[in-house]
């Protein structure tokens, strides 16, 4: 009765990209009763490309204001209620999940969405990141700032961007850090409203 989280993950690619999204992220939590498989969804390159000219053109009214468009998945509600649908039936007749009783939950990335590939971090230059390292950068493990470049593998975060708190702010010896990707424990973006 192990679900298996790679052909799951496989399935759900499969499917988003018939649908022209891509899967960001899945997750499965829960026992043997309240079982939750969560997915995150957003539009491919392509579809993202499309929605970045339309909001270039003012033909799209309904962005919300002060959010570049890149951060946006440009999912809506109807693009994952149809994925759902399409997804949760593959699930159901390949059985994937053993077990009658699940929860299928997909949604959009959201604005405060978590960074885990290159592709991420080479996406989202200029924009604030949280971060966590696996082991200490001058002394700490958590930064946040305005990341500025990804290269080789390294990301350099602007300090000066936010208010250091905490340890951080003793830490704050330079105005920019550099901090490897493969130090990364986990991160995510920040929210700029």
């Given at each position: 009765m192990a679900v298996q989280l790679d052909q799951i993950r496989a399935t759900a690619e499969r499917v988003a990209a018939s649908h022209n999204l891509e899967l960001v992220d899945l997750e499965f939590q829960g026992g043997v009763k309240f079982r939750t498989l969560r997915v995150f969804v957003e539009k491919?390159?392509?579809e993202r490309a499309?929605?970045?000219e339309l909001a270039a053109n003012e033909a799209v009214a309904d962005l919300p204001k002060g959010v570049p468009v890149e951060r946006l998945?440009?999912?809506t509600h109807e693009d994952c209620a149809v994925f759902a649908q399409d997804f949760g039936t593959v699930l159901d007749v390949e059985d994937l999940i053993p077990g009658a009783e699940y929860t299928l939950e997909?949604?959009?990335?959201?604005?405060?969405?978590?960074?885990f590939r290159p592709e991420d971090f080479t996406r989202f230059q200029g924009s604030l990141v949280k971060l966590q390292t696996?082991?200490?950068?001058?002394?700490?493990r958590q930064w946040q700032g305005r990341l500025t470049k990804f290269a080789d593998g390294v990301l350099t975060i602007d300090l000066s961007a936010v208010k250091q708190k905490g340890k951080a702010k003793k830490a704050v010896t330079e105005s920019t850090v550099?901090?490897?990707?493969?130090?990364v424990e986990k991160a995510n973006l920040v929210a700029e409203i």
């Open positions: 491919n390159a392509a499309k929605l970045a998945s440009g999912v997909v949604s959009s990335p959201g604005l405060e969405r978590k960074l696996f082991t200490p950068v001058n002394k700490n550099d901090i490897a990707l493969a130090n």
